[in-house]
């Protein structure tokens, strides 16, 4: 089985599946282009994560993160939320393949992303500007993090060209060294 | 627990009668076929014997079987071969956008020696049309190279039309029928190939075992140097026992071919019609009716393919997908996106190929047990909870 047991026990039995109607905040990242998608549901009392529902359209690594990060989240407060990270949730799956690495990327992107909604109808509630947050609903250069449309060779903001990690399947800059997302040594053919 | 084996493009079981042909190469045959002694002797009229076979199933010479280590080392071959041979006429190939990738990635490592490549678009069923190819193909084209039939959507082309395209325009003509030989009848002389690929793994053969037809006078370049094996075109000591299964297999599918393809063909309308009645939002992909006689494949809305292939998996079902996440360089299939599948569409990608001895109950348990699963998976999919609320609206 490519897939830890726990990975395969949060994939069969999701915590916290579904959504929250009346949520505190929202937020969305990941795109049926990049593979993933998840939504995150909060309602928040006190400054705690009360409640935690998600939505998944991904392969069995991306319902298991959510579902691991919705466990690991939920009760806790917001910046103890906030300091959950990929890592902390890959480690909390018994790991994941290296390739699927990027989908535990995704699921603490998601919670902080509707923490980071939350924080702003809270600001815009009492009438301050909203701090601008950052819109992650495409794939990204694993270098300058701009935008990369459709087709994912080039990037058309850093002139890099990309080419696929024989080991993770990541983009990597073609003749890198290391691959920015798994850290593989490229040097060698 | 019950097992249903519905993946037989990535591999078929072996035939009881080729398990059999084999079992005396494990223990005692052991002859090297150049050996000039009995021993060895008796190895070589031994694949002689099998290339025979071979050559009979797709209605070749035996001199223009050349055995190989799998499909893809038969397509290399082919595409490499027949370029580098013709380097003097052009260094411009013809290729479908469907091919296999051991196909696309032969024409792209050619690229490096200074080869360039067209890709003929397909419709939306993945068909090729002809007249593209002979749009396609220029004055220095020195190949060209389409596909029998396409593992991932089922559709068999239309190679015997592209043969006549190729012929009046004097260039050789390339077909992988790896997903098709074995399966459905082939002619090499009928469909008017200068090159086929098949391996015997696709046809209740054994896994290594494959074939490269190379029409006799056409020039292919050796693929491995060495010694005088397989006519000095590809040296290495030859798989004796993955030969003399593969030739066994060829004959069983040369006999049993018809009876297999009718029955099989009968379970796989019987998905195809009534899986969509069973679960709404699912599209067929490939040709309905040009298609493989054991190939159903679907593409599930709001659902990833290898969700999907691990709940089938867990009630026992064998399955394959085209979805970026099940591949493990995560990118969407290639094939998918040619036909014009959008990424979404293309995610929810699932191949159920059938294999001989698959039952009628087989087919029904399937129907029984899909429907709750794309349920469930859909109930935690956003994609699904936005289109209830879009069509709410």
Known sequence: MIYSDKVMDHFQNPRNVGVIKDADGMGQVGNPVCGDMMTFYIKVKDERLEDIKFQTFGCGAAIAVSSMVSEMAKGKTIDEAMKITNATVAESLDGLPKNKLHCSNLGADALHAAIEDYRKKQAAARGEAAEGTVAKDQCYCPYCEGPLEGAEEFCDHCQIEFEDCPHCGNLAKKGAEKCPACGADLSQP | ?393
């Open chain 2, 1 to 393: 627990m019950k097992r249903v084996y519905l993946d037989h493009i990535a591999a078929t079981p072996l035939d009881p009668g080729v398990a059999e042909a084999m079992r005396p190469f494990l223990a005692g045959r052991f002859g090297n076929p150049q050996s000039l002694h009995a021993d060895g002797q008796e190895a070589l009229e031994t694949i002689e014997d099998a290339r025979a076979r071979v050559a009979a199933l797709i209605g070749a010479a035996e001199s223009e079987v050349i055995f190989t280590s799998s499909g893809s080392e038969a397509n290399n071959f082919a595409v490499k071969g027949l370029a580098l041979a013709r380097r003097d006429k052009g260094c411009h190939l013809v290729l479908s956008a469907i091919e296999h990738q051991s196909v696309l990635h032969s024409a792209k490592s050619l690229e490096k020696s200074g080869f360039s490549s067209t890709l003929v678009a397909v419709d939306k069923d993945g068909l090729v049309d002809p007249e593209e190819v002979r749009k396609a193909i220029r004055k220095d084209t020195v190949l060209v190279s389409v596909m029998l039939a396409n593992s991932e959507v089922g559709t068999v082309e239309p190679v015997a039309e592209i043969g006549k395209v190729c012929r009046a325009a004097g260039v050789p003509l390339h077909t992988d029928a790896v997903a098709a030989a074995g399966s459905i009848p082939v002619n090499v002389g009928a469909l008017g190939v200068d090159a086929l690929s098949l391996a015997g793994d696709q046809f209740y053969g054994p896994k290594g075992s494959a074939a490269l037809f190379i029409r006799k006078g056409v020039r292919i370049l050796p693929f491995i140097d060495g010694g005088i094996q397989e006519g000095g075109r590809r040296g290495g000591t030859e798989n004796v026992m993955g030969i003399v299964g593969l030739g066994k297999a060829a004959d069983i599918a040369g006999q049993k071919l018809g009876e297999r393809a009718q029955a099989m063909t009968a379970l796989r309308d019987k998905l195809i019609e009534e899986l969509p009645r069973r679960v709404g939002h699912v599209v067929l992909t490939g040709h309905r009716e040009k298609r493989l006689p054991h190939h159903v494949s679907f593409c599930v809305e709001f659902v990833e393919g290898e969700s999907m292939l691990l709940n089938l998996d867990m009630k026992g079902i064998a399955t394959s997908s085209g979805s970026a996440c099940t591949s493990r360089a995560l990118k969407a299939s290639h094939v998918l996106l040619a036909m014009g599948l959008d990424h979404a569409l293309a995610q929810g990608s699932l191949v159920f190929s059938l294999v001989d001895g698959t039952t009628a109950a087989d087919i029904d348990y399937v129907l029984e047990v899909f429907p709750p699963i794309v349920e469930r998976l859909r109930q935690m999919s956003p994609l699904y909870t936005q289109f209830l609320e879009d069509n709410r609206k």
